[in-house]
């Protein structure tokens, strides 16, 4: 599903990743390690073109998503959820809304709005506080609703960039066991992230990024 050869990304004198080669299948679940400036947030930013590399290909399905038209960038993202640390909810409204927001640009009934927002807010447990404002919900609540917002419109692949690491470790298990639950529905899960004991104890598959580059590759492993 998901294919880096040769990657590099370079920011002035500063090489961010250098020469990455990956494949990750679909319906897998990784985790995406490695000490600070690594190179782990920019790996997920070039998987949904935030940025481009400055060299290589990133094959996603049939595309090279290198080479995709800017206009065409907003397509690419409807096929894939992006959770992040800080949430980025519209805090003066309710759950319900900061879901449909994603999808209400799509053409669909109210009807069919209203479905898929139900959905996923029972996927992360939080249906009976739809109508909830964001800014009333506790850290792990706004996770939470953030990874339905991801999940609205069904992608098949699902990045989050340290999904947990504003969380105290109830909340963080919480959230994992959330995506690891949307991941044996057939979701590829990409998850970057520091929190050791989340690692360890899911014992997923583990890339270990060192000074932009794959240093390690371990099925079932854990932080180190």
């Known amino acids: ?23 990750i299948m679909s319906g897998e679940f990784v985790f995406i390690t490695g000490s600070s400036g690594a190179g782990k947030s920019t790996l997920l930013k070039l998987l949904y073109r935030e940025e481009i590399p400055t060299a290589g290909t990133i094959m996603i399905g049939n595309s090279n998503i290198v080479a995709l038209p800017a206009e065409r960038v907003p397509n690419l993202r409807r096929c894939m959820g992006i959770v992040f640390q800080d949430y980025k909810l519209l805090m003066n409204q309710s759950v319900f809304d900061n879901c449909a927001y994603v999808i209400r640009t799509l053409g669909m009934s109210s009807k069919e709005i209203a479905a898929r927002v139900m959905g996923a807010l029972k996927v992360v447990g939080l249906h009976e506080k739809m109508n909830a404002k964001a800014s009333e919900l506790s850290g792990g609540e706004q996770q939470r609703v953030s990874i339905a917002r991801a999940i609205v419109n069904g992608p098949p692949l699902l990045i989050a960039d340290e999904p947990t690491g504003n969380l105290d470790p109830k909340n963080s298990m919480e959230i994992m066991q959330i995506l690891e639950q949307i991941n044996l529905k057939g979701i590829t899960v990409i998850v970057s992230t520091h929190d050791h004991a989340m690692v360890d104890y899911f014992r997923k598959r583990v890339l270990t990024l060192e000074d932009g580059q794959i240093v390690r590759d371990v099925q079932a492993g854990t932080y180190e």
Do not use: F, S
Not at 6 to 22: P, Q
């Open 1 to 23: 599903m998901i294919q880096l050869r040769g990657v590099t990304k370079k920011y002035k004198n500063n090489y961010a990743l250098r020469n990455v080669n990956l494949d």
